[in-house]
DNA sequence: CCAGATCTGGAATGGCAATTCCAATCTTGC
DNA sequence: GCAAGATTGGAATTGCCATTCCAGATCTGG
């Protein structure tokens, strides 16, 4: 069982020092490309200016464009939830969740509303054009579903929450709306639509709330 | 009023016959390719194939790619608002928003929840690509977003809704949860993502019911 | 029917993007 | 400290794409 784990990122052990370095030079500086212009919009001479990097350091590191591409994703996803911590691993009340969504739409303000959501700008361009991102993203979004319902959960445990809650359709519920209430934003560039989008789901969820 | 109608589109009046029926197989074409493959995976030789006609009838057409992805914006709202009725002028019952998004979840599972939603998907890509494109996107949504809001309103007005909602913000929350839900449900392959989100909106509107 | 405009075909152009290659230069385990 | 392997630079290759051009065919109003 443990023969599958090896095989799975066997040459990780031969970055180097500096080779790990610039390996996240790249995926960082093309993270930032790719979304602010799009995976279709960012070419690997575009990475190799903005990474101070030459062609042959982009595929020596990710194969091609597609490793890149699927590199960055992870990257996204990771940095993405991390900035949402600690509050994305507490969201055990209503006040919690507000807030949490709150802190989003403020940052969405702060840049003017450019972008929209790092993750779903890529899972919208990805997911008809490359399929192993997809799946990939599909696990993202996972990964940050499950700290929605798992706050649920125990609201729902600790009897602050109705039984009759499904508390996994309400977090997917919520993440959608989170998604949803971006894009139209970023489209008007103003957060007003993800603050009803959010605000409309999470009084849902407080209807479950027992008093 | 009329004088603005004929100013919207004066060129249209140098359009011969065979010119329309030309102009409305690249735009037919172009969408559907799109649609699959993003606008960014979308070349002008493949527009030309599956069209059957020469580069020139498309830059005659259209000036340029630019004008050719705004013509399949505007093409892919009028086609979607248009398929969507007579359901979406008659949304001023609960049961009609059920089962107005009950078609069209059914309609994603039918094509394997293949390519999320036309609007969506361009909004997405283009948002921070083509700043006329996104212009043209944030009205298409306002479009799609009036006949909700205008249910909800007549439901409010025959007094089956409650003063207290707010049935602009529960329409764009709507509105999102369908944009986030379908493309959730995209990149799962399943529609269950987009059932929940609009579910839960639904139901929030419905607590809004005055019994 | 005919003149002017529209429409069409197909080749040419110029540029850029993805990828490859190879030689030279560091790093690291031993 | 030294070999083996990792890393880097930069040019070269190949192919495709957006766009242009122009000549010939077709259409439409009068």
Redesign the pocket.
């Given at each position: 069982m443990n023969a599958s784990v090896e095989v799975e990122k066997p040459?990780r052990?031969?970055?180097?020092?500096?080779?790990?370095?610039?390996?996240e030079r790249i995926i960082e500086a093309a993270a930032d490309l790719m979304f602010h212009h799009g995976v279709?919009g960012?070419?690997?001479?575009?990475?190799?200016a903005a990474a101070?990097?030459?062609?042959?350091?982009?595929?020596?590191?990710f194969?091609?464009?597609?490793?890149?591409v699927l590199a960055v994703v992870d990257f996204q996803t990771d940095t993405k939830l991390d900035q949402q911590r600690p509050l994305l691993d507490n969201l055990d009340s209503i006040d919690a969740l507000r807030a949490w969504c709150d802190t989003a739409a403020d940052r969405q303000d702060a840049m003017g509303c450019v972008g929209g959501c790092e993750i779903g700008s890529l899972a919208s361009e990805l997911a008809e054009t490359d399929p192993s991102a997809r799946t990939d993203l599909a696990v993202s979004f996972d990964r940050w579903e499950l700290p929605i319902r798992s706050g649920l959960a125990r609201m729902q445990a600790r009897g602050e929450l109705s039984e009759r809650a499904d508390v996994a359709a309400l977090a997917t519920a919520l993440l959608a709306a989170i998604q949803g209430g971006m894009l139209l934003s970023q489209v008007r560039r103003s957060t007003t639509a993800y603050r009803h989008a959010v605000s409309a789901v999470i009084d849902h969820i407080e209807s479950y709330v027992i008093a």
């Open positions: 040459e052990r031969r970055l180097t020092k500096p080779g790990r370095k610039t390996r279709g960012t070419s690997i001479p575009d990475v190799q101070a990097v030459s062609a042959s350091q982009i595929y020596h590191y194969g091609d464009k597609r490793g890149l």
